[in-house]
């Protein structure tokens, strides 16, 4: 596989390894990409789960300044083009807010402070008392009018960079083919860029979003600011002096979790064991929540299992939870500094008292003043650790933008499929395959010839390969060895979209979407989803038309499925439920056939069917044949365990521990007196 994906220049070449294997962080760190690897892995070479936070190390801070360097400035151009008014507007709006709590603080000592002056002096009167508050509303008024446009203008903003970053995340999933998506590395990064994109909702592991960065500007602005009313206050050496100590104990704690204990967060730091724990633990879970298991659960009396597992996992990870939070309660974190902090921050108020300028609004202001420092000392540092988080998550979604699709052919190499009129000629020399993780190759040294407008019927025991070859003829998987040619050009040389245009397939595990039939079949082509005539004709090709007639709803039927997938979403406008209908296995098959057929009357499409039956057989006959000449004009491959449905094919082969040990006609089959002969002598 290593080798696959240096061939296919996926991944850099010294820094890919299987997970099993200790990781290695990479040589030289030039890109986001190989900067969130290299973030990622730890001194004994494990690597750190999807979403772990990282430590704030000298090592990582560097990686930060590659990823911004890399990769964030393009990023947030990209945001800011978005709405480029309202996002520069959102930043100055946020800094000219982050002054408003010292202003409003200032204000306060002013009324205070002109208070004390009228009833000393005796000239207090109640309109003077009411001219001072009303123009302390106005103030707030105007205060929560900018807030309120602010805070609208901004949603406007980060819905707008939500949508795109969402975009960016399922146009990611949608571009990359099984094999790249299988690869652990790049499973780990879309997760950690899912995460990225879930912080624009505010739902990515209480992080905040990379707007957040902005934040940190106005939080340092508002501290700012106090501090800045703070030193108006007191004056002279001693009261600086004490003034620093009181604000540096007041953000020590905090100093000392962000630097000492990183991993305040249960899921920060799992070993590979706890890892597969936590994965089982929720594997579990699913199981026991998921109503579609139920039948098989209670049948086979899964629920004592289920428990047992999830019990032993969920210990596993409760363990190691428990194992982080003693490593954050350190002694320093323990210490209660809360009363010392509270007697030092009242050292200068005392000094301050000493002065003759010391009115009671400056002693009001002081001490809101260095509250406030201390609160937004609190949020600077949380809302910057979530940002250094924020900035390797940003790193995955920006470089899983690149990752370049395994089965995408080279500019300079790929070629247009160039149609045959009599359908495809396969030829496959020496095909090998292992799945990612296997030792044992799951096919081994295939070949074989088919030429257009024939049929091959694959046969075999179960686990011989045939769905596996299935797959890399269908072009969803690349061999690791050998050569296959279709048309004469190399199947690895053809875009993938292109060659799907030119064949169709029904899977053995087709997929149920839990929306209508026309749907359900029309998907098969998805450019004639609208097109009514189209999706009737594959039904009844598919012979599937008693099917939909026997629904009280036809095509429009709403269909209930077992399973997962699902293509509705509430508010979509979906039929109401009393539209829902449920099919039987046979059902659903019949319509898996007809999308299928969506495709089936292009003139040139090569028709692969797994696990075919005899009807089906028939059916797939009747529309690879020329409806004029009767002559075939598309090829065809299907897998069967019916051997009187093999014997229709003009080829069979016969498939033993992944290689094909037997090839040719029926009657040729039957002549060798080989595995095959008898098969069908115990068949029939
Ligand atoms: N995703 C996978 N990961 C690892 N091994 C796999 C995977 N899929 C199949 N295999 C293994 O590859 C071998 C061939 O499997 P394949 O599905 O091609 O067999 P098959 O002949 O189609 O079987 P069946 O008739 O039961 O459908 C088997 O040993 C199987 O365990």
Known sequence: MYQLFKRRGLFPDDYYRPYD???????????????????????RGELLVPGAHRRFSLFNVKLAFIILRTSAFEFFSHILSLHPVRTTLMMALNIVRSIFPAFRGYSQALIIDELQALITSGNFTWSRLLHLVATELVRRLFESLLDSFAASNETMVMDSARFYVEYV???QRIRLDIPTLSDPVVRDLLQESDLFARSFSGSGFGLLSPLDFIHIISLVTELLSHTLLILSLTGGATHYGVLL?????????????????PQAHSESLYTPREARAADRQEKMRNLAYNDAHRPEIELF???????KTWASARKVVLDSEQTQQMRDSSLISKLNFSDFLFALQNIPLVLLLQTSSASLGSLTLYRSSIQSVILTSRNLLATSRMVFQGIFFMSAFCAGKT??????????????????????TITARGLSYTYPGCSEPALKDVSFTLQSGETLAIVGYNGSGKSTLAKILLRIMDHDLGDLFINGVDIRRYDPSDYHQHLTAVFQGFSKFNTTVRENVGVGRVEKLRSRTTIETAIQ???????????????????????FESMSYSGSGCAPSSRQHGLSGGEWQRLSIARAFMRANEPQTSSLDAHA?????????????????????????????RLSTARRADKVALMKNGTISEFGTHDELLQMNGAYAALYRASV
């Open 169 to 171: 995340q399922m146009e």
């Open 21 to 43: 294997e200790p990781q290695k962080a990479p040589a030289s760190v030039d890109s986001a990409y190989d900067a969130w690897l290299a973030s990622r892995v730890l001194p």
């Open 541 to 563: 090709l598919a012979e599937a038309d008693s099917v939909v007639n026997s629904l009280p709803y036809g095509l429009r039927t709403l269909l209930e499925t077992p399973g």
């Open 613 to 641: 039956q005899n009807q089906i057989f028939d059916t797939i006959d009747k529309i690879s044949r020329s409806p004029n000449t009767g002559e075939r004009i598309k090829s065809c491959v299907f897998i069967t365990h």
């Open 301 to 307: 009396g899964m629920g004592d299992w289920i428990l």
């Open 403 to 424: 990752i370049k699709p395994q089965l995408q052919p080279d500019e300079e190499d790929a070629v247009c499929y160039q149609t045959s009129p009599r359908g495809a």
């Open 245 to 261: 100590l009181s604000i540096f104990s007041a953000t020590l704690p905090l100093f000392v979790t962000w630097f000492g204990c």
